[in-house]
C-alpha cells in the first residue's frame, strides 16, 4: 500500500509541476517557436546552404549592431535566391539578426490578433493588413512611427495619397506600406488571336470586355470548353462593383457600403455563368486562366510574378474595364513596430531598411508589386523579368493611380458572407437584391459590435 | 447510530485508503479543472462582454444572447446544426452497424476487409475533406470525370454548391470519417458477443434474416447504438467543423445551407474578431450537445435493452 500511495504522489507532483511549467510563458520560450518557424520556413524553401554562406557576412555586421535580434512576422515565404531575399539583404546591410516567422496566409491576422491581445513580445515588427491597424493602434499594439520618422531618410510625403490618407484618418503614422500591389486584366493572347480580336487596351469599356468574353467562349455541345472569363474571385468582386458605381467602405464609418452597383454587377455575372460565358462558383482549386480554360480573369497583380514564363502561352494585362468608374482595390502590409518589442530602436533601423531604396527594390524583384514610394516605383523594378509577354506595363502604373483602400479594410468574416451570397444570386439560388440586402444586414450587424 | 457518525469513524487504514484513491485520482481532476472547467466558466463570463480579439473587452450584460436571438445567421445555423446533427447520426450509425454485419460474416479475409474499411477513418478530416473537394469539383472534379466516362456524356453536376446536391454529397463523405470507423469496430466487437444459441432458436422458429436482425441482433446491440448515438452527436456538433471548414468554407456554401453553429461560432471569432459573441454561440452549442445527449438518454430506457 506504501508503495502505491509514493507512486500516487509521484505522479500528482509531476502533473503539478507540469501543468506550471505548461501554463507559465516567457519571451524566451515564444522567441524559440519563432526560431523554429524560421527554420522550417528556411529548410522549405531549401535554403539552409545560402543561410550558412550569408551567415559568416552577418556575423562581422552583427557585431557592430551588438548581436541584437530582431523578429518580424509575415505570411510570405522568403524568396529562396538570396539577392532577391529582402530579409536577408535587410541582415547583411544593418547587422541586425533578423529572424522571420512565417503564419499562413488564412490565420495571419486571428494570429496577431491573439498575440497583441496577450501583450506578446516575441515579434517585434508585425507586418499588418488594412483591415488591422487601425484596431491595433487603438488597443496601443503598435507604436506611432511619427518621431522615427522626423529622424528618418524616408519621405513620407512622396507615398502614393491612398497610404497618407489612411495615416491621415488614424491621427498619427503607425505604419509603413510594405509595398502596393493592384488588380488587373490578364487576357491569353492566342486566344484573341484566335477568335481574331484586338487586344484589350487600358481604356477598353465594360461593354468591350462583355462583348469579347462572349466572343472568346469555345463551346463544346452545351458544356463550354473554354470560359471567356473566369469568375471574379474574393478581391475582384470588389473591383466589379466599386466600378459599377458603389462606394463598397466608408473609411468616415467603417462600413460596407453596396447597392444598386453590386446589384447591377451582380447581375451581368448571372448573366454570363447561365451563358457559359463565366464558369459557376465550383469547389474547384484550379485556375483556369492559368491552365488556359479561360481567356481572361480579373486577378491581383502579385499574379505576374507567379506566371512569369510557366503558362504556356502569351498573354499580357490591361487595367481592369470596370463599367462606370475606373475602380481596383489597393492591396498592401504596413511595417509596424510592436508596443511590447524590447528592442524598438533596432526594430525601426529594419523597417528603414526595408523602406529604402534598396530595400524596397529588392521587394519590387522579388514580388511584382510596386513600392508605394512613388519615386521608387517610377523606376520600375517591378516590372517582372520572367514574365517576357507582358508589353503593357503602364497597366500597372494607371491601375495603381486608381487604386484606394477599399474592402480590405472590412472584416474577412462580412467580405466573406457577402462573397457566399453573390455566389448563390449567380448561381440563381437568390437575387441580386436579396444578396445585396443579406449582405448589407450582416456586415451592419457585425461591424457595429 | 447514524451513517455520518459511522464514516467519521474510519478506521486510520480506511482513511489511508481513500486518501490514495483520491491521489490516484488527481491528476484526472486537476487536467479536468483546468482544461475543462476552467474554460467552460471563462466562456460563460466572456460570452456577457463585447471582447474582440484583439482584447478590447467591455461588461454588456446579456446583450450578445439577445442580438443572437435577433440574428437570422443565427437561426439559419442552428437550423442547420440540428438537420446536420440529426441525419449525420442517423447516416453514419446506420452505415457502421451494416458494415460490421458484413464483416461479422465467417469469410476469408476478414481482416483485409476490416483494414480497409477502416483506413480511410484513421485520415485526419481536413485532409479527407481537401481530397473529396477535389473529388466533388464541377471543372476538373474526378467524380464527374468517372460519370462522363461511364455515362458517355458530358457530366459537370456542381455538387458542392447546388442545393439539391450538397447534402448528399457531404453526408457520403460523413461515412469515412474517423467517427464511422470507430462506431463499426465499437459494432463489431458487439456483434461476436450476441451469444449463437439466439440464433439457433431463431432457425429452429422460422425466422428469416430480417426477424433476427431486428429481434436479436438489434437488442441485443441496442446500449451500443446508444454510445455510438450520443459519440456521434457530439462528434457531429463539435467535430463537424474540421469537415465542413475546408468542404463549404466558413460562409456555408451554398447559401449558408453547410454553416453549423462550430463554423458560424469561428468566423465570428476569427474573422469577424467578435470574441464576446462567439462565446455566447459557444453557450447555445454547449446546451445545445446537453439537450441532445439528454434526449437519447431519455430515449435510451425505451429503447436500449441491458441483459442483466
Not at chain 2, 474582440?52 to 446544426?81: E, H
Request: hydrophobic share 40%; aromatic share 12%.
Amino acid at each position: 500500500m506504501k508503495g502505491k500511495k509514493w507512486i500516487a504522489m509521484m505522479m500528482t507532483t509531476a502533473m503539478a509541476l507540469g501543468l506550471f511549467a505548461g501554463c507559465g510563458s516567457s519571451g524566451n520560450t515564444e522567441s524559440a517557436g519563432g526560431t523554429q518557424s524560421q527554420e522550417n520556413t528556411q529548410e522549405e524553401a531549401g535554403e539552409e546552404v545560402s543561410e550558412e554562406a550569408t551567415d559568416e557576412a552577418a556575423e562581422d555586421t552583427a557585431d557592430n549592431a551588438g548581436g541584437s535580434k530582431i523578429t518580424i512576422c509575415t505570411w510570405n515565404e522568403q524568396n529562396p535566391n538570396d539577392d532577391l531575399n529582402m530579409y536577408l539583404q535587410c541582415k547583411n546591410a544593418t547587422g541586425i539578426d533578423l529572424e522571420v516567422t512565417v503564419i499562413p496566409e488564412s490565420d495571419y491576422s486571428s494570429k496577431l490578433n491573439q498575440m497583441v491581445a496577450t501583450k506578446d513580445d516575441s515579434i517585434d515588427v508585425y507586418i499588418l493588413w488594412e483591415s488591422d491597424i487601425a484596431n491595433f493602434a487603438e488597443v496601443d499594439g503598435i507604436v506611432p512611427l511619427d518621431d522615427y520618422l522626423a529622424g528618418s531618410s524616408i519621405d513620407t510625403g512622396d507615398f502614393i495619397p491612398a497610404v497618407a490618407a489612411l495615416s491621415e484618418g488614424m491621427g498619427g503614422t503607425y505604419g509603413l506600406p510594405w509595398c502596393a500591389a493592384t488588380e488587373i486584366l490578364f487576357y491569353n493572347q492566342d486566344m484573341f488571336d484566335a477568335a481574331g480580336i484586338d487586344y484589350p487596351t487600358n481604356d477598353w469599356s465594360y461593354a468591350d470586355f462583355l462583348a469579347a468574353a462572349e466572343k472568346l467562349t469555345v463551346k463544346d455541345g452545351d458544356a463550354t470548353s473554354v470560359y471567356g472569363c473566369s469568375l471574379p474571385n474574393v478581391q475582384t468582386w470588389w473591383a466589379g462593383i466599386g466600378g459599377a458605381g458603389d462606394q463598397v467602405y466608408d473609411p468616415s464609418t467603417g462600413e460596407m457600403v453596396i447597392g444598386s452597383g453590386a446589384e447591377e454587377f451582380i447581375g451581368d455575372c448571372a448573366d454570363m455563368v447561365s451563358k457559359g460565358i463565366m464558369p459557376e462558383p465550383s469547389s474547384d482549386t484550379a485556375d483556369l486562366f492559368a491552365s488556359g480554360k479561360a481567356a481572361m480573369a480579373w486577378a491581383g497583380s502579385w499574379n505576374i510574378a507567379t506566371y512569369g514564363d510557366g503558362l504556356g502561352f502569351n498573354w499580357d494585362i490591361a487595367t481592369l474595364p470596370t463599367n462606370k468608374v475606373k475602380y481596383n482595390t489597393l492591396h498592401t502590409g504596413f511595417y509596424t513596430i510592436n508596443a511590447n518589442s524590447k528592442d524598438p530602436e533596432n526594430a525601426w533601423k529594419v523597417i528603414e531598411y526595408l523602406m529604402s531604396q534598396e530595400g524596397q527594390t529588392i521587394n519590387s524583384k522579388a514580388s511584382g508589386n510596386m513600392s508605394a514610394l512613388k519615386t521608387i516605383a517610377d523606376e520600375g523594378a517591378w516590372k517582372v523579368e520572367s514574365a517576357t509577354t507582358i508589353e503593357n506595363w503602364e497597366a500597372m502604373t494607371d491601375s495603381l493611380s486608381a487604386g484606394i483602400f477599399g474592402y480590405t479594410c472590412l472584416p474577412s468574416g462580412v467580405t466573406g458572407n457577402a462573397i457566399s451570397n453573390f455566389n448563390s444570386a449567380v448561381m440563381g439560388q437568390m437575387t441580386p437584391a436579396e444578396a445585396v440586402q443579406s449582405s448589407s444586414d450582416y456586415a451592419a450587424e457585425t461591424i457595429g459590435y | 447510530m447514524s451513517n455520518e457518525k459511522k464514516k467519521k469513524r474510519l478506521s486510520p487504514r480506511k482513511k489511508k485508503d481513500t486518501l490514495t484513491a483520491y491521489a490516484f485520482i488527481s491528476p484526472w481532476i486537476i487536467g479536468f479543472a483546468c482544461f475543462t472547467l476552467f474554460p467552460i466558466f471563462f466562456m460563460l463570463q466572456v460570452s456577457l462582454t463585447n471582447r474582440k480579439l484583439n482584447g478590447i473587452s467591455k461588461f454588456i450584460g446579456f446583450k450578445n444572447y439577445m442580438n443572437m436571438f435577433k440574428s437570422p445567421a443565427f437561426w439559419n445555423s442552428i437550423k442547420v446544426t440540428l438537420l446536420f446533427t440529426i441525419i449525420m447520426v442517423i447516416v453514419t450509425t446506420v452505415w457502421a452497424v451494416i458494415m460490421a454485419l458484413l464483416l461479422n460474416q465467417k469469410q476469408r479475409l476478414n481482416g483485409i476487409f476490416q483494414f480497409c474499411y477502416f483506413l480511410p477513418s484513421v485520415i485526419p478530416s481536413v485532409a479527407l475533406a481537401y481530397a473529396f473537394r477535389t473529388i466533388f469539383g464541377k471543372e476538373a472534379g474526378l467524380l464527374n470525370a468517372f460519370l462522363s466516362l461511364v455515362s458517355g456524356k458530358n457530366v459537370s453536376v456542381n455538387w458542392l454548391y447546388n442545393h439539391s446536391t450538397v447534402y448528399m454529397a457531404v453526408f457520403f463523405i460523413t461515412l469515412f470519417t474517423y467517427n464511422t470507423g470507430q462506431m463499426m469496430l465499437i459494432f463489431r466487437s458487439g456483434l461476436s458477443d450476441v451469444p449463437g444459441e439466439l440464433y439457433e432458436a431463431c432457425d429452429l422458429d422460422g425466422a428469416g434474416a430480417f426477424r433476427k436482425f431486428f429481434s436479436v441482433t438489434l437488442p441485443m446491440i441496442s446500449p451500443l447504438v446508444l454510445f455510438n448515438a450520443v459519440n456521434g452527436c457530439v462528434s457531429a456538433l463539435n467535430g463537424s467543423f474540421a469537415l465542413l471548414y475546408p468542404l463549404t468554407g466558413e460562409s456555408g456554401n451554398p447559401d449558408g445551407m453547410t454553416q453549423v453553429l462550430s463554423l458560424l461560432i469561428y468566423k465570428e471569432a476569427f474573422s469577424n474578431m467578435k470574441v464576446g459573441y462567439a462565446c455566447a454561440l459557444s453557450v447555445l452549442l454547449f446546451l445545445l450537445a446537453a439537450l441532445f445527449g439528454t434526449a437519447l438518454f431519455s430515449l435510451s430506457k425505451k429503447f436500449v435493452y441491458y441483459e442483466n
